[in-house]
Every structure is written in C-alpha cells, then in structure tokens.
C-alpha cells in the first residue's frame, strides 16, 4: 500500500513518451510549470520575459551627410546618393548599428528579420528604424523581440563639396571652345546641359569670349561631360597632362588633366556652300544649303527644293569649310511676304527623292524688303523651303543675295552670274518682334534657365568694353530666343517655361489667330509646350496636406509617406501609429528561425 502511493505521488514528475516509458520533467523555478530540464530551469515564457534579445546592439547611431550635395558617407571617404525611405538608406541604417553581425568568439546567433522606417518630424534631423531580431538564447529556445533604432543627422561636407570652395583643387580641366564672332551655340548648349543635367560634378563654369570652360575633381567625371558634348554637337577633342608631384616610394604620380573640345564653326542658319565632293556624298544636293539644325551632326536643306542632308561630324572634320554668309544681325534683312504660290516639283531621277511632305512645304513667295515699303515698289520673287508658313503681311528674316558678298570665290562668281536665288529665307518672325515693338522681349510668353557661371578674366573689362560686351550678349541672347520660338523640333531638346506674361500673351494670340483657318503654323510656340515655373506662388491644394512637409534634409524631394518604402518592399509605420509604437517590446518565444531581412 506505501508502494503503491508512493508510485502515485512520483507520476507528476515523470511525463509519458511516445514509445509508452516516462521522460523526466523539472519544474519551472519561476511559475512551477512542469518544463523539460535545461540550463535554467526556466520554461521559454518566463525565459522570455527575463532575458534581453537585444544585448549588445545599439539603439543609438549617427549619420553623416553633406549639405551641398546632399550624399551620405559610408566608409572610408565614400559617399552615396540615398532617397528618403529607400532600401538603400536602410541598408547604410543597419551598417552602422553595432552588434547586429556576429563577431568572433560569441556563441549566440542573431538574425535580422524585419526592419521597418518609423516616421519622424521632418525637422527634426533623425531617422528611426523598428527592428526584429531573433536570438537563440538556449539549445532549441528562440526569442524574438522587436525594438526601435534612432539615427542623428550630422551635417558634413564630402571631400568634393570642399574642394569646390578651394581654388586650384581641380584634376579634369575641359575647355569648349568654338571659332565664330557669337554666343548662340553656347546658349543653346547651356539648355541643354541644363535638362539632361551634364553640369553635376562640376566644381565651377566660366565664360570667355569664344567658349566656356568646365572644372571637374576628376578626369571620370570630366570624360562623362565629354561623353555628353560628344552626342549634342559636332566636335573633336585634344587631351593634355601635366604632372604635378609624384612620390617615388610609392610609384604614385598626381596629374592636372586638360581637354580642349573645338565646335564645328557652322552654326544653325548659316548659309553654306559645298564642297562637290561633299554635296554628291550626300544625296547629290545642291552645293547652296542652309544649316537647318545642329545636334551630333550637321543638318542642311536646300531652301529652293527642300531636299535635306546630313553632314557627319567627320565628314566635316576631314575637310573642314566655313559658311559663306554666318547668321549674324548684320547680314539678316527683314523681308514682308506680299503673297505666295505653290510649287510642284517634278521627280529628278539623278537626285534623292523629295518626300511629299517636304515638297508640299515649298512655295514661291512674294516679298519686299520692309524698308523698302512707301519708297520704291521692287519686289522679290523667289521658291522658299518655309513657303507653307508664310502668309501675306507675315514679317521674315532672310538673306539678300544681289546687295552681300560670299566669301567662297567660286559662289561669288555663281552669284554674280546670277545663277543663285535673289533671296534666302532663314526664318519667319512672331509676335512683337514682327511688329517691331520695343518691348517685345518683355512680352515674350516663355522664358529659360541659366546656369551659375561666372566671367573669365578676359572678361573682365571696364568703361566702353564692359557696356559694348553686355550690349552684344544682350543681342545674341534675343538672337537664340528668335530662333527657339520660331523652331518646334529645337524647342523639344530643351526645357521651356512660362514666362510671367503668359496670360496677356494667349489672349492676345487667340484674337489675332482667329482668322488663321487657312494655314496651320506647326513652327509657332504654344502653351502646350511651355513648362510650369520653378517658382510658384499658389497655394498648396487641399488633397495635398498629407504630403510630407519640406524636408529639413537639403536636396530631398517631397514625397508622400511611405511610397518610397512601398515601392522597395519595406514595411513603414505611419505618423499616427508612431506615437503607439514602443521603444522595445517584449521579447516572445518563436518556433523557428524566420527569414533574414535583406537590405
């Protein structure tokens, strides 16, 4: 009988297993729970309430970034252009949290199983993250805790912000220069580095008289640049280096890199006459062109048949020539179309093809010099590629073949003989420069962007020079704009927006368009094409006060909470559900090893 109670008392202990014999059991030192034996004597629940998952990692870090340009240092003198909220801003997060990889010597094993942005005043210069981590606090027995991590802002310059306040500190020098008596090529090449963004990198710009120079920290940086002119106009390239130290312990030698990018001296409305040679090599085209266009290449047209060519930039390279009549204020007259008569060309077999579209454009046209009117009655007629543009009263710009002198002998002597057109249509002009107002600039309804350059030492005149200078910038700058409004394929390479007289503008064309019916004019600017201003003055919307507040991070666009996050996968606690968020959970027991985060 005391076997047998004492057999009865010794069943709690013991726990059946599955082959029908009994495995000893403990009992927890904490709640009394029958547990299997460990180390502690604890079962996971109250494991999990004393234990710490997050020893030895920190809670607390800092991180770097540069105003100027807005990057974030990593290590060893890197820096890295990182969005808001981005998987690669969280990836910097968690190399600078220590304790989270595992060092030599520790036993326990961490893993990273979730990281999630918390959202943070935007002025307030910090960056939370909320972080789950697993740990294996005993053979078998997993914790899992969930904690939040607080990154400070510091604010420090990047090696290349500092040598942009440095004079001298360049490595890459690249010098464009381009051999004509203007600036229009290089106020169309500032739009252009202006939207694709070329000029990032650069330390400064400044301007001479026939060019522009470019200051680069490196020879990389400066070889993208050249890349980029490569591609927008025709150019070649001279390289130079000059030595600076050396350290012969080392074999290491510092160098000062120099380019010297030369344009093509044909600019767009240039009138050109041809080599033969040349002329045949592309599409048998009349030797007397005009220069329609620049890009990469050099594209012509024929102003009497319309028929077009490419020059490439080797081809001009290989046998550079210079134009016959440069497209300069002083040698453009202003013509008045009195009408026009369309022209139908007859198919030559020995020349490329006119397309239909092209050969609908041509007319011959009616004009008179427009200080010629209320003096004489001469009149001009002659074909023009831009005839289907022109209407009677319309104002152009053009070249006067009987009164100029060619500086080619063999056109000279063609223009003598009268075996060239009278006149040469280069564009036609819009709005209050056709009327001839004074203020028509004022009134111009688009406007541009201007890069940060500042005025080479030769520029630096005083007295008569200076003003004469600016009065010739001020000349080649309405020049540019002439030619962007009354050219729609130019105007789609750069960036355009609306000028503060738009307004006025719109209404004052849609009055004098209403009887324009007849003639479509693709070439004229529209509001369709004009970009918003940088600067606006409205207030925001109603539907926008979720946005997020201008970051007090300089250089950080405003985006909506948590859509950067969205679009890389990462989890983002909102500002309402911050405030309930704790600064370290509970840890809990988990039955196996989650998957580790990757960032």
């Given at each position: ?5 004492s057999?009865?008392f ?6 059946t297993?599955m ?6 059991t403990i009992?927890?030192?904490v709640?009394a729970?029958?547990i299997?034996?460990?180390?502690s004597n ?11 998952v997050?020893?030895g990692?920190?809670t607390?870090a ?5 105003r100027g340009?807005s990057?974030?240092h ?14 690669e ?7 600078n949290v220590?304790?989270?990889?595992k060092?030599?010597?520790?036993g ?5 199983v ?5 959202w943070t ?6 960056l ?6 697993q ?25 290349e912000?500092q040598?942009a306040?440095r004079?001298?500190s ?5 010098q ?12 169309y090449?500032?739009?252009?580095i202006?939207k694709?963004?070329a000029?990032?990198g ?8 026939d060019g522009?120079d470019?200051y ?6 400066a070889n993208?640049f050249?890349s980029f ?12 280096k000059?030595?600076i ?10 160098y ?5 990018v030369?344009?093509a001296?044909v600019c767009?409305?240039d009138?050109l006459?041809?080599?033969k040679?040349?002329a045949?090599s592309i599409?048998?085209?009349?030797r007397?062109v005009l220069?329609?266009n620049?890009?990469?290449v050099?594209?012509v047209?024929?102003?009497i048949?319309?028929q077009t ?7 001009f ?14 040698r453009l ?9 369309a ?18 454009k041509?007319?011959?046209i ?11 009655d001469?009149q ?6 831009l ?12 070249y ?6 060619l500086?080619?002998?063999?056109a000279?002597d063609?223009r003598t ?9 280069v564009?036609?002009?819009?709005g209050g420069?056709?009327a001839?107002?004074?203020?028509a600039?004022?009134?111009r ?5 201007k890069?940060?350059?500042?005025k080479?030492e ?11 200078d600016?009065e010739?910038?001020q000349?080649?700058e309405?020049d540019?704009?002439?030619e962007l409004?009354?050219d ?10 609306k000028?503060?007289?738009v307004?006025?503008?719109a ?9 324009d ?8 600017i ?8 940088l ?14 507040e ?6 950080m666009m405003l985006?909506?909470e948590?859509?950067r996050?969205?679009r ?11 405030l309930n968020?704790?600064a ?7 039955s ?6 990757e960032?």
């Amino acid at each position: 009988m005391e076997m047998f109670q004492s057999n009865q008392f010794s069943a709690g202990p013991l726990q059946t297993n599955m082959t029908g014999g009994t495995a000893a059991t403990i009992l927890c030192c904490v709640c009394a729970t029958p547990i299997a034996p460990n180390p502690s004597n604890t079962c996971p629940s109250c494991l999990a309430s004393q234990s710490d998952v997050t020893r030895g990692i920190s809670t607390e870090a800092q991180l770097h970034q540069c105003r100027g340009c807005s990057r974030w240092h990593q290590d060893a003198g890197k820096w890295i252009g990182c969005e808001l909220e981005s998987r690669e801003l969280m990836a910097l997060c968690l190399s600078n949290v220590s304790g989270l990889k595992k060092r030599k010597g520790e036993g326990d094993r961490v893993r990273l199983v979730d990281a999630a942005w918390v959202w943070t005043e935007p002025h307030s210069m910090r960056l939370k993250v909320r972080l789950t981590i697993q740990r294996e606090v005993l053979t078998g027995t997993i914790l899992q805790q969930s904690f939040i991590v607080e990154f400070v802002v510091r604010n420090q310059q990047c090696v290349e912000c500092q040598a942009a306040f440095r004079t001298g500190s360049w490595k890459s020098l690249v010098q464009v220069r381009q051999r004509v008596n203007h600036k229009r090529t290089f106020l169309y090449l500032e739009q252009l580095i202006l939207k694709h963004g070329a000029h990032r990198g650069c330390l400064s710009i400044e301007t001479f008289k026939d060019g522009m120079d470019f200051y680069f920290p490196d020879k990389g940086k400066a070889n993208r640049f050249i890349s980029f002119l490569e591609d927008v106009v025709p150019m070649k390239v001279k390289s130079s280096k000059k030595l600076i130290g050396t350290d012969d312990k080392s074999n290491v030698s510092n160098y000062k890199y120099t380019n010297l990018v030369e344009i093509a001296g044909v600019c767009k409305d240039d009138l050109l006459f041809l080599p033969k040679k040349l002329a045949r090599s592309i599409g048998n085209i009349n030797r007397l062109v005009l220069v329609k266009n620049i890009s990469n290449v050099i594209n012509v047209i024929d102003p009497i048949t319309g028929q077009t060519g490419i020059i490439e930039s080797d081809a001009f390279w290989r046998d550079p020539f210079r134009p016959v009549i440069t497209a300069a204020r002083t040698r453009l007259t202003r013509y008045v179309i009195l009408g026009k008569d369309a022209v139908f060309l007859e198919r030559n077999h020995s020349k490329k093809a006119v397309g239909k579209k092209q050969r609908s454009k041509l007319a011959t046209i009616t004009a008179a010099r427009e200080s010629d009117l209320g003096t004489n009655d001469s009149q001009i007629e002659e074909r023009s590629h831009l005839g289907y543009l022109l209407k009677s009263g319309d104002v152009c710009l053009g070249y006067d073949m009987k009164d100029c002198q060619l500086v080619d002998d063999e056109a000279e002597d063609l223009r003598t003989a009268g075996r060239l057109p009278d006149i040469v249509v280069v564009r036609k002009l819009y709005g209050g420069v056709a009327a001839g107002e004074a203020d028509a600039a004022r009134k111009r309804m688009f406007k541009l962007q201007k890069l940060d350059i500042k005025k080479g030492e030769e520029n630096e005149r005083k007295g008569k020079k200076q003003r004469k200078d600016v009065e010739m910038e001020q000349a080649d700058e309405e020049d540019f704009l002439q030619e962007l409004e009354a050219d729609k394929e130019m105007r789609t390479r750069v960036n355009v927006f609306k000028s503060d007289a738009v307004a006025t503008n719109a209404t004052e064309d849609n009055d004098g368009d209403a009887d324009d019916g007849e003639d479509e004019d693709d070439q004229k600017i529209s509001l369709d094409e004009l970009l918003d201003n940088l600067v606006l003055d409205s207030k925001p919307d109603e539907d926008d006060e979720m946005v997020a507040e201008e970051s007090a991070i300089p250089g950080m666009m405003l985006v909506r909470e948590g859509e950067r996050a969205a679009r890389d996968n990462i989890t983002y606690i909102g500002r309402d559900d911050a405030l309930n968020v704790q600064a370290r959970d509970t840890a809990v027991v988990s039955s196996e090893w989650g998957k580790e985060f990757e960032s």
